[in-house]
């Protein structure tokens, strides 16, 4: 893409990216200090569920933020190119916080291993994470104390967090702080490039927002996936789940006889529980896919750099065993079967749409296969063309589940389509996988000439992230909301928004008709920026007109803060140097999803 001539505004792009992100910090905030706050109180918050939480609960994320800042940009002066550590570093503790809290919301915080409470141990030990890393990397810069101890202040912070969950969950407790740990040198083994870490047999390179949020992300899967297991097994809901269904669960042995004698029990257990089993498969998917991200970040080649084939089969079969020990303890391999086949064969809708789908699929691979080859397009509109096909499969499951059409979000089509998306994504994780751990292959070079043809300069390390980026982009708010006890239906469609939407306007309207750079030194345009922003609210209404409910439907937010916050996400990839595909729809999934929470419309006002 040409550099546009003239720039608007006398910024770099990463300055531009650094404001958008303080100015969603100081709401986000402001947001979160509103809902535990509502009366304005000076000297506690409270939480929805009763109990007594200081201010240093909501100062912890100005504090996280802070610091990330000023790593950020000795990070980048040391490496010489934009790493984004400040972006990926908002976005995870805004994400974690906006989930936490409106968890909190709907009153089912109250147990530690509930819905709410897994949410907020999930958030205490991203926080924990985070600012672990902070320090980390303020002392290898050897940046000034007073910043080290802002680090280590927001460190004791998250442990003042982890204190309140103690008497509830202990084990938790016990495993947290290695976890925080491993997940920051996983995050430093993910972004290490071969030159930097000889002995790491070649690393990722990903950049240190990349590394740090996939990381985080991965981890935070895997304890998401042991604290159910916990929930269920060890009696610590009572004899309930973490979903809405608090009745006794049958013994093991029942259950098993159940499964493997009486198949028509547990079909009719699967009707009946579909929507948890859905949960489970989901939790499955997410997990097998993040076990194959650890292996990869911490050997990305066979042993003793050979490839081996077999060594690719048991490191994948590994990670399987520990998916299906998940599902095994948690409904049972046949009741995952039963479950995932009511869900996508035994509704007509969803039957109707999982066809469309894979014949969707089936006629845009070659097409678009056929148009790189005959490089009758640009790099640019092929990546965004994979874009559309993307958000029609996403927008018809958000219609067919609509408001207007099934009251609350009940139906089934979106939680087919959450969990076909995990399944898509171990199938790219496994191809990445087995891509990186056969180098010097054919079947190595097939893939990586096939991934290759759909990227272009920031994902030039040795991990392809353009193909993977897209799918956690989009699907990424869907399954965050999976474990949450009530969906919001605004902040689920943050992102078809982002990457749907406003991504491909403002890429083809700025490549056709731009001509004024939004920054210096920027190829994002005033024009693709504009298209992108208006387009979005545009494309929101029209969906609230065709029966989407996604204007109307907004409680908390007004639709003039759901426009300020879509201009701000589109603000944010016109800025952002990194994979906008990946953190612009978390971005606005957690703006939107602060902005629905109670008492936040206060702040329109």
């Known amino acids: ?21 303080l100015c969603a910090a100081a709401y986000a905030i402001a947001s979160l200090h509103s809902f535990y706050n509502p009366q304005r109180s000076s000297s ?23 610091c990330s800042l000023a790593i950020q940009l000795a990070l980048d002066r040391r490496e010489g190119s934009p790493q984004g550590h400040f972006l990926g570093s908002f976005v995870l503790v805004a994400v974690a916080a906006a989930a936490t809290a409106w968890a909190e919301s709907t009153g089912d915080g109250g147990g530690c291993c509930g819905a709410g409470g897994i949410h907020r141990v999930l958030g205490t030990f991203v926080r924990l994470s985070v600012a672990g890393t902070n320090l980390k990397r303020a002392r290898a810069l050897k940046l000034s104390m007073p910043l080290q101890g802002g680090c280590l202040i927001c460190v004791s912070q998250s442990l003042g967090h982890m204190l309140r969950l103690q008497d509830q969950q202990t084990w938790f407790v016990t495993i947290a702080i290695p976890l925080a ?3 920051s040198e996983l995050a430093s083994l993910a972004g290490s490039p071969p030159s930097v870490n ?10 240190h927002a990349d590394a740090l949020l996939l990381s985080n992300g991965a981890v935070s899967v895997v304890l998401w996936c042991l604290m159910d297991w916990n929930a269920r097994w060890l009696g610590l809901l009572g004899g309930g789940s973490t979903d809405s269904h608090h009745h006794r669960r049958p013994s093991l042995m029942s259950r098993l006889w159940a499964w493997l004698f ?74 995952g079967i039963l479950g995932a086949r009511h869900l996508l064969l035994f509704d007509e809708t969803n039957a109707s749409l999982l066809v469309a789908w894979l014949g969707a699929v089936a006629c845009t691979i070659p097409v678009l296969l056929a148009l790189a080859r005959s490089k009758a397009v640009s790099n640019i509109v092929l990546r965004k063309l994979f874009h559309v096909p993307a958000l029609a499969v996403f927008a018809s499951a958000f219609l067919a589940d609509s408001p207007g059409r099934q009251g609350e979000v009940g139906g ?20 990445e996988f087995a891509r990186l751990r056969l180098q010097g292959t054919g079947v190595a070079s097939a893939l990586t000439k096939f991934f290759r043809t759909f990227t272009d300069d920031r994902d030039s390390g040795g991990f392809i992230l353009s193909h993977l980026s897209l799918i956690l982009g989009l699907a990424a708010p869907i399954w965050i909301d999976a474990g949450l006890p009530r969906s919001n ?39 693709g920026t504009c298209a992108a922003i208006s387009g979005t609210v545009a494309c929101a209404l029209a969906w609230d007109r065709a029966g989407g409910g996604l204007v109307s439907r907004q409680g908390e937010l007004g639709f003039g803060t759901f426009a300020l916050l879509c201009s701000s996400a589109c603000l944010l990839e016109a800025f952002t140097l990194q994979l906008d595909n990946l953190y612009v729809p978390l971005y606005l999934y957690a703006v939107l999803l602060l902005g629905t929470l109670p008492g936040a419309a206060a702040l329109a006002a």
């Open 1 to 21: 893409m040409s550099r546009p001539r003239r720039a608007l505004l006398p910024l770099s792009p990463t300055s531009g990216e650094g404001i958008v992100c």
């Open 44 to 66: 506690a918050l409270r939480w929805p569920s009763g109990g007594d939480v200081d201010i240093v609960e909501v100062s912890s994320m100005a504090n996280v933020v802070g």
């Open 181 to 183: 740990h491993f997940c």
């Open 198 to 207: 000889a002995d790491h047999q070649g690393g990722l390179s990903l950049s």
């Open 262 to 335: 009486s198949p028509e029990v547990a079909e009719a257990e699967a009707a009946r529980d579909a929507a948890r089993k859905e949960w489970v498969l989901v939790r499955a998917a997410l997990l097998f896919a993040s076990l194959l991200f650890i292996s990869l970040a911490m050997r990305p080649r066979s042993l003793g750099g050979r490839p081996s084939a077999g060594g690719v089969v048991a490191s994948a079969s590994i990670c399987l065993l520990g998916t299906l020990l998940y599902v095994a303890g948690t409904e049972g391999i046949a009741g």
């Open 412 to 431: 089934r089509a979106v939680p087919m389509l959450r969990l076909c998306s995990a399944g898509v994504l171990c199938v790219l994780m496994l191809c």
């Open 489 to 527: 239906w605004p902040p689920l469609c943050s992102g078809m928004l982002a990457v749907g939407v406003a991504d491909v306007l403002g890429a083809l309207v700025g490549k056709a008709v731009g001509s004024v750079a939004i920054c210096e030194g920027s190829t994002k345009t005033l024009e």
